[in-house]
């Protein structure tokens, strides 16, 4: 988790620096790249206070606004209007369950895991392991998961999305779908792929 928001971080402020986007560079310096903590040692200026919570939503709004969690978008509204528009939730309570997953990043449990310290346990699993990664994935960065996945001793497979970024389910839906139906035939057949 640390990893991943100083990485963001650092990728956003690139981002801005190439964009001469000063606007983004000031906001950015003003938070502070993230402590091996994981803290923000700055704060929001007072006039993003009614755009931004904390300083982790500047980094996330970035993310998002350079292609990072939708490629070639610069965000992810679109699919929390197809969300809501599936008739599976209601506005509040979708709203519900993202505040509740927000809420994690408040146990400081998730600010401690490592997938990479093999004394947490997540290097070996008694069940096949699946990655479905978007290439353009900076929300959760391709290129940590990537120093981690060779770790991993269990049977495992990486399924990378050349066109996608956080949410392959939704940029490459028929790979993904055939990806699904795959591991589902592999797995039913006792494959080892």
């Given at each position: 988790?640390?990893?991943?928001?100083?990485?963001?971080?650092?990728?956003?402020?690139?981002?801005?620096?190439?964009?001469?986007?000063?606007?983004?560079?000031?906001?950015?310096?003003?938070?502070?790249?993230?402590?091996?903590?994981?803290?923000?040692?700055?704060?929001?200026?007072?006039q993003y206070a009614?755009?931004?919570?904390?300083?982790?939503?500047?980094?996330?709004?970035?993310?998002?606004?350079?292609?990072?969690?939708?490629?070639?978008?610069?965000?992810?509204?679109?699919?929390?209007?197809?969300?809501?528009?599936?008739?599976?939730?209601?506005?509040?309570?979708?709203?519900?369950?993202?505040?509740?997953?927000?809420?994690?990043?408040?146990?400081?449990?998730?600010?401690?895991?490592?997938?990479?310290?093999?004394?947490?346990?997540?290097?070996?699993?008694?069940?096949?392991?699946?990655?479905?990664?978007?290439?353009?994935?900076?929300?959760?960065?391709?290129n940590l998961f990537?120093?981690?996945?060779?770790?991993?001793?269990?049977?495992?497979?990486?399924?990378?999305?050349?066109?996608?970024?956080?949410?392959?389910?939704?940029?490459?839906?028929?790979?993904?779908?055939?990806?699904?139906?795959?591991?589902?035939?592999?797995?039913?057949?006792?494959?080892?792929?």
């Open positions: 988790m640390i990893k991943n928001e100083q990485y963001s971080y650092d990728r956003v402020s690139q981002q801005a620096k190439n964009h001469a986007d000063t606007e983004a560079i000031q906001l950015l310096q003003a938070i502070g790249r993230p402590g091996n903590d994981g803290e923000y040692p700055g704060k929001i200026p007072d009614d755009t931004f919570d904390d300083p982790s939503e500047v980094t996330m709004f970035y993310v998002g606004h350079d292609g990072g969690e939708v490629y070639g978008s610069e965000s992810s509204d679109e699919i929390d209007a197809l969300i809501l528009d599936s008739g599976l939730y209601d506005k509040n309570d979708w709203l519900k369950r993202w505040k509740f997953s927000q809420s994690l990043f408040n146990d400081p449990d998730v600010w401690r895991f490592d997938a990479t310290d093999e004394s947490q346990g997540f290097q070996s699993f008694r069940v096949p392991v699946y990655f479905f990664m978007g290439q353009y994935d900076y929300d959760t960065p391709v990537e120093t981690y996945y060779p770790l991993i001793h269990s049977r495992k497979q990486y399924i990378r999305f050349e066109h996608s970024a956080h949410f392959p389910f939704y940029e490459e839906p028929a790979k993904f779908r055939s990806e699904l139906l795959r591991i589902k035939s592999d797995t039913q057949a006792g494959g080892s792929s």
